[in-house]
């Protein structure tokens, strides 16, 4: 019969792993982590993927405090805002780290980042 074929795509707990807690996937999906890291959509997955951690927090602060809605509501949208944050701010540092774990190169950037930064150098050499 037919060999079992390679996993292309990580199933639920691989991805939960590797989303949630930093796991490193297996090396036949290499192709996959590079694209989920440095491929088209790629902030905005690290955007959602990075709130996932913060999910029982949230829901946290709306059900476990005491007070009116829109208190609770306020507090989780505060959360959200500085989660979003320091997510953005990081998020260079974590797609370097986990391009690491899977023995990518740290300085991995898009076929449209390659690009551009191509142009910016040709732009700087023909002025220069």
Do not use: C
């Not at 320091?86 to 076929?111: C, F, V, W």
């Amino acid at each position: 019969m037919s060999a079992r074929p390679q996993h292309t795509r990580p199933n639920v707990g691989q991805w939960l792993g590797y989303a949630v807690l930093g796991r490193k996937l297996p090396d036949s999906m290499q192709d996959w982590v590079r694209r989920d890291l440095v491929g088209p959509g790629a902030t905005p997955r690290h955007i959602l993927r990075s709130m996932i951690p913060f999910l029982p927090i949230f829901i946290g602060f709306f059900v476990l405090f005491p007070g009116a809605i829109w208190l609770r509501a306020s507090m989780v949208l505060l959360a959200l805002l500085l989660a979003l944050f320091y997510t953005a701010a990081y998020m260079d540092q974590n797609r370097a780290r986990r391009l690491e774990i899977h023995g990518l190169p740290a300085d991995l950037k898009s076929e449209k980042k390659t690009a551009e930064l191509e142009r910016e150098r040709e732009n700087y050499r023909r002025n220069h």
